[in-house]
């Protein structure tokens, strides 16, 4: 039997169409990379940028906002450009957005304003990222959806753990290691613009929910005027009130809007041990209480 007859040598048909397929698929994400990459002179700058916080509903606003005619949406959500690839520099984060002539086609012809902008909820932990924001949008818009810090970090946790290899503790043994796997990380990140964390970015359940630990280093940059605080809560109780509270923060109309909203990324998971809420209640009163003070709003997360 020559080799030629052997299976191995005799791809099907549907074999054939598959890898001729994946192989078009390949060339078309080439292609646009490097598209993007060579017109990246003639690509807007974001308007608007939501920076946190991981688990508080940032995909689904986003979702939401990308849907109005005046918002053209980045090639992908998260960039992660002022927190992990800042040093693939400003060409390449600008590359993912849409071109001016864009723009120009949305103002001259359909007779609306066109923005774009992005959503990387890692920002607002990142202790580079306030800084880096501030020197190459000092003018954007800063959008912040805060969530229950407990949600928010049992939610977190329950993300890691869909994640193959990632969280191999209980919440309540990872809630002890935090500490641990955290020390000298926040060091290193500001020490190293090219340092990225896995445990910061990954293990920080209790630190990314200590937002007045984040927002003073933010706000001491940026006036309060260009950030448009949400609670989450509200987003998932009436997504249509706070987009519409998000398109009047833009400077966009907001006739026409849906009535139907649908959430993203909504996980379903087993309910927190209730001595461990009890806890948690105790553990961020302090916090939430200084956040309070703070922005001058109670939350009422403290139950």
Not at 260 to 282: G, I, W
């Amino acid at each position: 039997m020559s080799p030629e007859s052997l299976p191995f040598f005799c791809p099907t048909q549907k074999y054939l169409g598959s890898l001729t397929k994946d192989m078009a698929t390949i060339d078309k994400s080439v292609f646009q990379k490097a598209f993007r990459a060579s017109t990246n002179p003639l690509r807007m700058m974001p308007d608007f940028i939501i920076i946190g916080t991981q688990k508080g509903g940032t995909t689904s606003l986003y979702r939401y906002l990308i849907e109005h005619p005046c918002i053209a949406p980045i090639y992908i959500k998260e960039p992660h450009f002022f927190d992990i690839y800042f040093y693939k520099g400003l060409h390449w984060y600008r590359s993912h957005f849409p071109t001016t002539v864009e723009k120009y086609y949305a103002r001259h012809v359909k007779k609306h304003d066109l923005i774009t902008g992005e959503a990387s909820p890692y920002y607002l932990f990142h202790p580079q990222a306030a800084r880096r924001v501030a020197k190459t949008l000092p003018k954007a818009r800063l959008i912040v959806l805060l969530r229950n810090p407990i949600d928010r970090a049992y939610s977190q946790y329950q993300h890691q753990t869909r994640q193959d290899g990632v969280e191999p503790l209980t919440f309540e043994e990872a809630l002890e290691c935090e500490e641990k796997r955290l020390a000298g990380e926040e060091e290193k990140l500001l020490k190293d613009e090219k340092y990225s964390s896995f445990n910061h970015r990954h293990y920080s359940y209790l630190a990314r929910s200590k937002y007045i630990e984040q927002l003073p280093a933010w706000m001491s940059i940026f006036p309060r005027e260009q950030f448009l605080i949400l609670r989450s809560e509200d987003l998932y109780a009436d997504a249509k009130a706070i987009v519409k509270q998000t398109l009047e923060f833009l400077n966009l109309p907001t006739s026409g809007l849906s009535t139907e909203y649908k959430a993203f990324n909504d996980a379903r998971y087993a309910q927190m041990a209730p001595a461990t809420r009890e806890r948690l209640v105790e553990y961020f009163k302090p916090y939430n209480a200084r956040l309070y003070e703070f922005l001058g709003r109670d939350f009422g997360w403290d139950k």
